[in-house]
């Protein structure tokens, strides 16, 4: 067959046009699969660097919630052996809340457990007066704090409203004493109340006298520190509105047990006392130092002549005591309303027990 040359030539364009086509068509395959290459080795290289971030998150993020969670029981602290008990007696007057709310700015600025040591809600303990006075200013740290009942707040039988306000924090209902423990400390919340239906009295072989001496036995080696409304020992005006000698079998337990502090209201005023014995004994090796701290908002109460053994008094400041607690020392500070130009008190001593804790 015979062709020609035109002809010929539009054969050969068209065996190079497929040449071109097909050896296109083998490069595109060959980059496409190098492509897929590299995408593959990209994909798995950053999607291990992102995992690696993500779990280095996850772990930053489990981290900082078990820091959270610690700070939430030890909050202020760098030393995660430190607790902070802050706090005060006899609180909000609903005929005046200016106290209460200035202390309550106090409490704001120092995290830690707090304390009340009685006379929460004035003047009846209702409920009532729970709501409008106490839960307005006080109200604000109940998650964190740990009452013990006063003598107002049985204005209301069997303080109902008490215990009705806080429910589990402030003990099994009708008998108000419970402890806890900060750290290395163990903590003690009496119900000094002890003629109150419920109570059962105070005495030796009451109760609350038997309950506590198990609770230390059982705590035999904590630092101690105990609370509650009225006071065994107090330079108050009137004596017998101040000094509650029914509380001496409590004393005696806390003494054998090596207590270190004990703090109460009552006496709206500030009155610490030197280390001494359930009779009143100078005692700097063993002895119990009890501070009252009637200082909360309520009002102020005049004082007499100061009791023996009595090292610091003050009758005309609102304020708050801070107790730093460490492993083997604790120190104090009562923290006026009025800042520098207010009435201080500091110091600090070591933890009777602390010997025991580090033999174990």
């Known amino acids: 067959m015979c062709y020609s040359a035109a002809a010929m030539r539009g054969q050969m364009d068209d065996n190079v046009k497929r040449r071109i086509a097909e050896r296109t068509r083998n490069a595109m395959k060959m980059i496409s699969g190098i492509s897929l290459g ?55 007057g609903c005929s005046s809340l200016a106290g209460a709310a200035a202390t309550a700015k106090l409490i704001e600025q120092i995290p ?10 004035y003047d009846r ?22 009452p013990a009942p006063g003598n107002h707040e049985y204005g209301s039988p069997g303080a109902l409203a008490y215990f009705a306000y806080w429910g589990e924090r402030a003990g099994p209902r009708g008998k108000g004493y419970y402890s806890y423990d900060l750290g290395k400390w163990h903590v003690v919340a009496l119900n000094s109340n002890c003629n109150a239906p419920g109570v059962g009295g105070c005495g030796a072989g009451s109760e609350q006298e038997k309950w506590l001496k198990k609770d230390l036995q059982q705590h035999a080696k904590s630092c101690l520190v105990a609370y509650g409304h009225y006071a065994l020992f107090s330079s108050g005006f009137l004596r017998m509105h101040a000094v509650h000698p029914e509380l001496r079998d409590l004393w005696r337990d806390l003494y054998a047990a090596h207590a270190d502090l004990m703090l109460a209201g009552h006496e709206h005023s500030y009155e610490r006392f030197a280390p001494q014995d359930p009779d009143g004994h100078l005692d700097p090796e063993n002895g119990i130092r009890e501070i009252v701290v009637g200082t909360g908002g309520r009002s102020h109460y005049p004082m007499g002549q100061a009791t023996p053994n009595s090292e610091q008094r003050n009758s005309d400041t609102f304020g708050v005591l801070k107790l730093t607690l460490s492993p083997e020392k604790y120190s104090w500070e009562f923290i006026p309303v009025d800042g520098e130009e207010g009435f201080h008190d500091s110091g600090e001593a070591a933890c009777h027990n602390a010997a025991v804790g580090t033999a174990k």
């Open 112 to 121: 830690g457990t707090v304390f009340v040591a009685g006379d929460l809600a």
């Open 125 to 146: 303990g209702a409920a009532e007066e729970f709501s409008k006075c106490y839960d307005t200013t006080w109200g604000k740290f109940k998650d964190r704090t740990r």
């Open 38 to 92: 590299l995408v593959l080795i990209l994909g798995t290289a950053t999607s291990a660097g992102s995992e690696s971030k993500t779990a280095a998150r996850i772990c930053q993020e489990q981290t900082s919630g078990t820091k959270g969670k610690a700070e939430e029981t030890k909050p202020g602290n760098s030393d995660p052996k430190t607790y902070v008990l802050v706090g005060a007696g006899d609180v909000a």
